[in-house]
């Protein structure tokens, strides 16, 4: 099974001069209903995972359904916008998130779109609990999604918690321009400043063959040249594992430098990949990989304490 150890390449195809934009800007009315069939599929074809990607399935076109009527997410002022651009800082800095009458109505939608919605008994309570805190629990809640530092004994609710921040950072992102944006570091997302969730070589028109980064919270990609660590930067090191005898279409980069990797997805050969969905389905991988001690970088709000 373990392809561990040596380092495998990455080929590149030649003869194709690519011209990729900096970054891409989800489409939130599409995004989660993709999300949605992506996750179904992936549990039709599971053993394992199937109830849990069955439920994340369930819970992605919640996601998709109650953006229907929901008031404007309401973008930080256009002078913030200008400064945040100046500074190089992301313009939605999720460190500074600050809670409006869209976001209280997007989460308010989700806990009781779900709670139609048949799940396992551990999510049942989960939402159960998330639903019963207060604002000041709540809001704790949104910060520790917003930190990756989601406490381990609670990890069940806060997934209800992303899924709405998901929605609604979408919704945000959605309304800025993609030419606007400009790098703010290694592993960190343009828009939001969070980390990815993983990458992917894409096979878009004029773009075939580039990788982007996905983002874990607002699902904008960036551009990032192939071979080179989403975490650290470092282009020494890099090697690539996969589980043998599967379809080849997702890996992990892994970088000696930093000791961490992220999974790699090639969409350029199989377009339904999706970089959270295949992310959870290919927990196999991770298992795989971090038995030899590399450290998984990639955050998913719905792989949480793996
Ligand atoms: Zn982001
Ligand atoms: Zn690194």
């Not at 074809?45 to 992605?60: G, I, R, T, V």
């Not at 990890?155 to 918690?161: G, K, L």
Request: proline share 7%; hydrophobic share 45%; net charge negative.
């Amino acid at each position: 099974m373990s392809t561990a150890g040596a380092p495998r390449h990455d080929p590149i195809p030649i003869g194709e001069v690519a011209t990729p934009p900096f970054a891409r800007l989800p489409d939130p009315t599409s995004l989660f209903l993709q999300r949605a069939a992506r996750f179904r599929a992936l549990a039709a074809a599971a053993n394992e995972l199937k109830a849990y990607l069955f439920f994340l399935a369930e819970l992605s076109d919640v996601q998709h359904r109650i953006q229907d009527g929901l008031p404007v997410a309401e973008l930080p002022a256009a002078e913030a916008l200008a400064r945040a651009h100046d500074y190089g800082i992301p313009p939605l800095d999720r460190n500074r998130f600050v809670p409006d009458a869209a976001f209280e109505m997007t989460i308010d939608r989700l806990f009781a779109a779900m709670a139609e919605v048949e799940m396992p008994a551990v999510s049942v309570a989960a939402l159960r609990r998330a639903r019963a805190a207060d604002a000041a629990m709540l809001a704790e809640m949104v910060r520790s999604v917003l930190a990756d530092s989601i406490p381990v004994e609670a990890m069940a609710e806060h997934v209800f918690v992303a899924a709405a921040l998901q929605v609604h950072f979408a919704r945000l992102a959605a309304q800025l321009d993609a030419k606007s944006l400009t790098p703010v570091g290694d592993g960190a997302c343009p828009v939001c400043g969070g980390p990815p969730v993983s990458s992917m070589v894409v096979g878009w028109r004029g773009a075939h063959g580039t990788r982007f980064c996905a983002c874990a919270l607002c699902a904008a990609l960036w551009n990032y040249v192939r071979i080179k660590c989403t975490v650290c930067g470092s282009t020494k090191g890099i090697g690539y594992q996969e589980i043998d005898g599967g379809a080849g279409t997702v890996k992990a980069e892994a970088c000696n430098e930093c000791g961490s990797y992220v999974k790699i997805l090639y969409q350029v050969n199989d377009p339904s990949l999706d970089p959270v969905a295949d992310d959870v389905a290919t927990l196999g991988l991770d298992l795989l990989v971090r038995e030899t001690g590399l450290r998984r970088a990639g955050v998913n709000h719905f792989l949480q304490g793996y």
